[in-house]
């Protein structure tokens, strides 16, 4: 790829962007400085972000962190089983006219925000968790038939607590796919709580501050798709996915371990991903470490495995292993 100087520049201005959000972060996200790079790599793609892990592990205090970083508006929906689609997109209230006349006006909900914290969004039912869709994908609400652009950018980061807690809803597969990636957090490490301990316990927790980026996503959004992909990583990518759905290819993984595999709406989120992870790296073509940094991430939520696969102990990690086909 050859690079213009202004594009030089905005790809030297992701990379610093990336620098100081991870360096300015560590103030309050210990040890999450790799789920913070894919937070970014998400933010610069225009997708959304499913966080999954049981509570406590800190999946709340990353959006917060990284709202008040990047000096983006931020609203947070905690989702309960009573929830609404209304209490979410908005709707409409009577505003007082006349006398003899009274009107509907619109009112935003809280996805009307650049970054939408949807806390543990399987506590609330389908018809609810369903409500997020439009918005998701078509970055708009539609209310009695008119429709309400959300502002740009505009990123869902939902939290997910593990499906085997009391009184949560799988999400239905048509909104995980909306997911650009999944992330799985874990119990920290002792050396990370101790610091997590030491953090807290000493109030040395700062506000975190920088510029506003809402001007710059676009352009930076602009860079990162004309960042090129070979040819010959991409058919390897299309083999990878296409063998992850039973009948998707004769390598027979999936036959045997798959009820379903992932769509072509997660190739171009994996597309789009890798070309951020470049941007973010300081590279000006996609490369397989690129990929392979994104790969299971984009994958794992839309991967759904069998009683076989259960019963020998195969994860969905081990499964992507088993079909992935990079060279």
């Not at 030089?8 to 990379?15: E, K, T």
């Not at 908005?90 to 009307?112: M, Q, V, W």
């Not at 980061?157 to 957090?185: C, H, K, W």
Request: charged content about 25%.
């Amino acid at each position: 790829m050859s690079l213009q100087k202004s594009d030089r520049q905005l790809l030297a201005q992701i990379v610093e962007l990336a620098e100081k959000t991870v360096s300015e972060s560590r103030n309050s996200l210990i040890g999450l400085e790799q789920t913070v790079e894919d937070i970014l790599c998400v933010l610069l793609t225009g997708g959304h972000l499913l966080l999954i892990g049981l509570p406590g592990v800190g999946k709340t205090v990353i959006v917060k962190t990284l709202s008040s970083l990047w000096g983006m508006s931020f609203n947070r929906v905690q989702f309960t089983p009573d929830l609404m689609p209304g209490d979410i997109t908005g709707t409409e209230i009577i505003e007082a006219g006349t006398a003899t006349s009274k009107s509907l006006k619109f009112r935003p909900g809280p996805i009307f925000a650049n970054l939408v914290l949807a806390d543990e969004i399987n506590r609330a039912p389908p018809k609810t968790q369903s409500s997020l869709l439009e918005a998701m994908e078509e970055h708009q609400v539609t209310y009695a038939g008119v429709s309400h652009k959300l502002p740009d950018p505009f990123l869902v980061m939902a939290t997910q607590n593990p499906l085997e807690l009391e009184g949560t809803y799988p999400l239905p597969e048509a909104q995980l796919d909306r997911f650009s990636i999944s992330v799985q957090l874990a119990y920290p490490n002792r050396e990370d709580e101790l610091k997590i301990a030491r953090l807290e316990t000493s109030n040395s927790l700062k506000k975190i501050k920088f510029n506003r980026l809402e001007k710059a996503i676009p352009e930076f959004r602009s860079l990162v798709e004309k960042i090129p992909f070979p040819e010959s990583l991409l058919q390897d990518l299309v083999d990878s996915v296409r063998s992850t759905r039973p009948g998707g290819t004769k390598n027979g993984v999936a036959e045997k371990y798959a009820v379903y595999g992932a769509g072509p709406r997660a190739l171009r989120h994996i597309v789009a991903l890798s070309k951020a992870r470049a941007a973010i790296d300081g590279d000006i073509n996609v490369n397989s470490e690129h990929v392979l940094k994104v790969y299971t991430k984009a994958l794992q939520h839309r991967i759904q495995l069998n009683y076989a696969a259960r019963s020998e102990g195969l994860s969905v990690s081990d499964f992507l292993k088993e079909t992935l086909q990079l060279s």
